[in-house]
């Protein structure tokens, strides 16, 4: 198993372009998470997935858009980049019920910065 | 509102130090999880320990151990004899618990960790 997977793993975009981070997992999660974490700071909640279908919002939403087509892939979509999402963005997964010991697998993280 | 207060934003020892890293939490949930994750210099998240509210019982694992204290809300997270390899970001997190429970994670802000040769 690949585990989680994001691409890229760093982009430099300009103020006002869009982009779209994937995330991928196969191991049948039926939960996907996306954080951003801010220099100097612990990880924000932006969006969330309970299955295919369904998103809702976490504690950082503005500016961001999420769609779940598949179990296995969750992309997040910058429409207007602003400085202020400079940011690493972690994207997770994990199991319905107790899984497991670790709860949610975490990806290896794409670095943004908006000029 | 959950909430995870990670006091200490920095830390340095020597090696071969003892060092706690603290962790307090607010939650009005009455079963929740609690986290500690490593960030190294290259920035993946590393799982460390999860620990149910409902167990108390502190954890050993080698030089890592865990003192898990709900009457004062802790989760504290002691290194025993620290190594340079133990230089990195601690973050602790909460959870909620229970099957229908989303999982989100609340994180705190991180304690650097230096530890010196």
């Known amino acids: 198993n690949a585990g989680v997977t994001q691409t890229p793993k760093f982009r430099i975009l300009k103020i006002g372009q869009s982009m779209t981070l994937q995330c991928a997992q196969d191991?049948?999660?039926?939960?996907m998470y996306w954080y951003r974490q801010d220099p100097g700071m612990g990880l924000k909640l932006i969006y969330y997935?309970?299955?295919?279908?369904?998103?809702d919002k976490g504690e950082v939403p503005n500016g961001y858009n999420v769609s779940r087509s598949t179990t296995e892939d969750f992309p997040l979509r910058l429409e207007l980049a602003a400085p202020s999402q400079t940011s690493v963005y972690f994207c997770?997964?994990?199991?319905?019920?107790?899984?497991?010991?670790?709860?949610?697998?975490f990806g290896p993280g794409t670095r943004l910065t908006v000029l | 509102a959950q909430k995870v207060t990670q006091a200490q934003t920095e830390i340095s020892v020597v090696e071969k130090e003892d060092v706690t890293l603290d962790c307090v939490y607010e939650?009005?949930?009455?079963?929740?999880?609690l986290f500690w994750y490593k960030q190294p210099p290259s920035g993946e998240l590393v799982f460390l320990i999860r620990?149910?509210?409902?167990?108390?019982q502190n954890e050993i694992s080698g030089r890592y151990s865990w003192n898990f204290q709900k009457s004062t809300s802790s989760f504290n997270f002691t290194i025993t004899a620290s190594q340079v390899v133990d230089s990195a970001v601690y973050f602790c997190?909460?959870?909620?618990?229970?099957?229908?429970?989303?999982?989100?994670?609340?994180f705190g802000q991180g304690t650097t960790l230096q530890v010196k040769p």
């Open positions: 997190a909460l959870s909620g618990h229970g099957s229908s429970n989303t999982g989100k994670l609340i």
């Open positions: 620990r149910n509210s409902f167990d108390e």
């Open positions: 191991m049948n999660h039926n939960y």
């Open positions: 997935s309970v299955g295919a279908g369904i998103t």
């Open positions: 997770a997964s994990r199991k319905q019920g107790l899984a497991g010991v670790q709860g949610q697998f």
């Open positions: 939650t009005r949930d009455t079963t929740y999880y």
